[in-house]
């Protein structure tokens, strides 16, 4: 199984090496796949990559841009896939559009955003919506800096914020769902593409509160504590397996995406990684903490690949 590692520390971009004989060994170039984008979706197809280079002859290279950052690389023709933990934007479609790149949208899992404190923190075990736009709303900046300023109840302790860099989908879709508006946030905070940054700074600061996706969240369990969200006049929930698939982990959960080139999918090296990432792979989604698709939508996502259809409705 493969797990979070600290090898995202070292580089932008993991390189995994097939195990067995490789191509030049057979007299041959080993072929080469590259994938990068959203961190979320990285342990996903870092385990991908790590399954199938056991496979077959292929050398893939994951790396852990941003899903904005991927979107670039991708529409450039730099690389074959990139992983979304969003809907791919507008402005990037019509960027593809522009350089001739036809891309294929295909959900590979759910997440739910995962609001974290320290283990110390006893006081804020539950947060509303209202609380965490009023902690990460544009205004909030230079205003909102003690515990005791979102509620009185709360110790007048420092309030430390860590949370995902302006290029990642995890910014894009919490700031949508919590502050109203992509992108509207406050500015001064600790900002990470890698989330194990956030887990250790979140970790190691007891006024600390920061947001990423869930199987870092599982990955780290005892190092953070998971903050239950209270929606409207629903009781608090927690992030979990459960109630990330039953939707009752609201507004946090979302599907998350790998986008496949037209172009690249014509090699048989991507079309037969994106059918084991889609097909016998999609075992691995679990191990590495996140959530699977539901049958019916994991046979839609096969079909609209095997079509070579651009987009679905938005999921």
């Given at each position: 199984m493969?797990?979070?590692?600290?090898?995202?520390?070292?580089?932008?971009?993991?390189?995994?090496?097939?195990?067995?004989?490789?191509?030049?060994?057979?007299?041959?170039?080993?072929?080469?796949?590259?994938?990068?984008?959203?961190?979320?979706?990285?342990?996903?197809?870092?385990?991908?990559?790590?399954?199938?280079?056991?496979?077959?002859?292929?050398?893939?290279?994951?790396?852990?841009?941003?899903?904005?950052?991927?979107?670039?690389?991708?529409?450039?023709?730099?690389?074959?896939?990139?992983?979304?933990?969003?809907?791919?934007?507008?402005?990037?479609?019509?960027?593809?559009?522009?350089?001739?790149v036809?891309?294929?949208?295909?959900?590979?899992?759910?997440?739910?955003?995962?609001?974290?404190?320290?283990?110390?923190?006893?006081?804020?075990?539950?947060?509303?919506?209202?609380?965490?736009?009023?902690?990460?709303?544009?205004?909030?900046?230079?205003?909102?800096?003690?515990?005791?300023?979102?509620?009185?109840?709360?110790?007048?302790?420092?309030?430390?914020?860590?949370?995902p860099?302006?290029?990642?989908?995890?910014?894009?879709?919490?700031?949508?769902?919590?502050?109203?508006e992509?992108?509207?946030?406050?500015?001064?905070?600790?900002?990470?593409?890698d989330?194990?940054?956030?887990?250790?700074?979140?970790?190691?600061?007891e006024?600390?509160?920061?947001?990423?996706?869930?199987?870092?969240?599982?990955?780290?369990?005892?190092?953070?504590?998971?903050?239950?969200?209270?929606?409207?006049?629903?009781?608090?929930?927690?992030?979990?397996?459960?109630?990330?698939?039953?939707?009752?982990?609201?507004?946090?959960?979302?599907?998350?995406?790998?986008?496949?080139?037209?172009?690249?999918?014509?090699?048989?090296?991507?079309?037969?990684?994106?059918?084991?990432?889609?097909?016998?792979?999609?075992?691995?989604?679990?191990?590495?903490?996140?959530?699977?698709?539901?049958?019916?939508?994991?046979?839609?996502?096969?079909?609209?690949?095997?079509?070579g259809?651009?987009?679905?409705?938005?999921?």
């Open positions: 493969s797990k979070l590692t600290p090898f995202m520390l070292l580089a932008s971009t993991a390189l995994f090496t097939a195990c067995g004989q490789s191509g030049d060994e057979a007299g041959t170039a080993p072929q080469l796949l590259t994938i990068d984008g959203s961190s979320t979706v990285f342990p996903i197809s870092e385990a991908m990559a790590e399954e199938y280079q056991l496979k077959t002859k292929t050398r893939v290279t994951v790396g852990a841009s941003g899903t904005g950052g991927g979107f670039k690389k991708f529409c450039a023709g730099e690389i074959d896939i990139t992983g979304a933990s969003r809907n791919v934007k507008p402005t990037e479609s019509e960027m593809c559009a522009a350089n001739g036809e891309m294929i949208e295909l959900p590979v899992a759910f997440d739910g955003i995962s609001v974290v404190i320290h283990p110390s923190n006893t006081w804020a075990k539950t947060l509303t919506v209202d609380q965490l736009k009023k902690i990460w709303e544009p205004g909030a900046q230079g205003v909102i800096n003690n515990w005791n300023q979102i509620d009185p109840s709360f110790p007048d302790k420092k309030l430390s914020l860590f949370g860099g302006v290029d990642s989908g995890t910014f894009d879709y919490f700031t949508k769902v919590i502050n109203g992509t992108q509207a946030s406050r500015g001064d905070y600790t900002a990470s593409e989330d194990n940054v956030l887990v250790h700074g979140v970790s190691t600061d006024g600390a509160l920061g947001y990423f996706g869930f199987a870092y969240y599982i990955e780290n369990k005892g190092k953070i504590n998971a903050v239950a969200i209270q929606n409207t006049d629903a009781e608090p929930v927690l992030p979990s397996k459960e109630t990330i698939a039953s939707g009752t982990y609201a507004p946090l959960s979302r599907a998350i995406f790998i986008y496949a080139s037209k172009e690249a999918s014509k090699r048989p090296e991507v079309s037969g990684f994106v059918d084991f990432y889609l097909g016998e792979g999609a075992s691995l989604v679990e191990e590495v903490g996140y959530i699977t698709l539901p049958e019916a939508t994991a046979q839609e996502a096969r079909d609209r690949y095997a079509a259809t651009a987009q679905g409705e938005a999921i």
